[in-house]
């Protein structure tokens, strides 16, 4: 079956560290992997892309990797900060779809003074 | 600014009305989403829309049934609401894949609770 998963539902990291999320999925054949950013309450907000013929992406405190052959994709945030906490969700936009983007269930992070 | 509007945020109904969620976005996007969120399982596509009048149903569609007249305008419509489908209801577009990565534009959700 078809699945994408988050390593956790949540993950509690001390403000400085590095926090790394992981996506995890089977069964698809994805054009680009997303990655999102929801608050409470609020819809969730685009941050990052990569396609499936790029290794790495950053954009300032943020990097994603991604490995089609362990169909896997890695979320860092260096030098994290309080502000950083929310829930981080991956998606899937699929080949066999135009338009069809398939999201895991998220990770909750908290990052603690 | 880029714009996605949902009508209504919080909305309480009871089992078996026919309830209507609109969403309305001013970015000329081509395509547009309606995705129900619960805890533990994520956002999960019920019914998307890549031009006017046209639909594909998502991986959840029963039970729903959307529109379509207007480029900037997708409703979703609940043709007799019942209680498992008490959720937040988020809404999305993108412009067409040809033109762009398919970053999706969220409204800010509206919570549903069917009693």
């Known amino acids: 079956s078809q699945k994408i998963e988050q390593n956790s539902e949540a993950l509690n990291i001390q403000e400085g560290k590095t926090a790394t999320l992981t996506c995890n999925y089977t069964?698809?054949?994805?054009?680009?992997l997303q990655w999102y950013r929801q608050d409470p309450g609020r819809g969730p907000v685009f941050l990052l892309l990569i396609r499936e013929n790029e290794k790495e992406k950053r954009k300032e405190r943020l990097k994603v990797t991604f490995d089609t052959t362990l169909k896997q994709s890695l979320f860092h945030i260096t030098a994290s900060q309080p502000a950083d906490s929310a829930t981080y969700l991956c998606?899937?936009?699929?080949?066999?779809?135009?338009?069809?983007?398939?999201f895991g269930s998220g990770t909750r992070l908290s990052i603690r003074p | 600014d880029v714009k996605v509007t949902q009508s209504s945020r919080y909305l309480v109904k009871r089992t078996g009305e026919k309830v209507f969620l609109e969403c309305v976005q001013d970015m000329d996007h081509e395509n547009m989403f309606w995705y129900r969120q619960d805890p533990g399982l994520g956002l999960r596509l019920i019914y998307f829309s890549y031009d006017v009048k046209m639909k594909e149903k998502g991986d959840i569609p029963e039970g729903y049934s959307v529109s379509r007249e207007k480029k900037e305008r997708f409703s979703l419509i609940l043709e007799s609401a019942s209680t498992n489908q008490t959720s937040m209801y988020l809404c999305?577009?993108?412009?067409?894949?040809?033109?762009?990565?398919?970053?999706?534009?969220f409204g800010e959700g509206s919570r549903l609770t069917v009693l």
């Open positions: 999305a577009s993108s412009l067409g894949l040809s033109l762009t990565t398919g970053e999706l534009f």
């Open positions: 069964n698809y054949s994805p054009a680009y």
């Open positions: 998606a899937l936009l699929l080949y066999s779809s135009a338009s069809k983007i398939i």
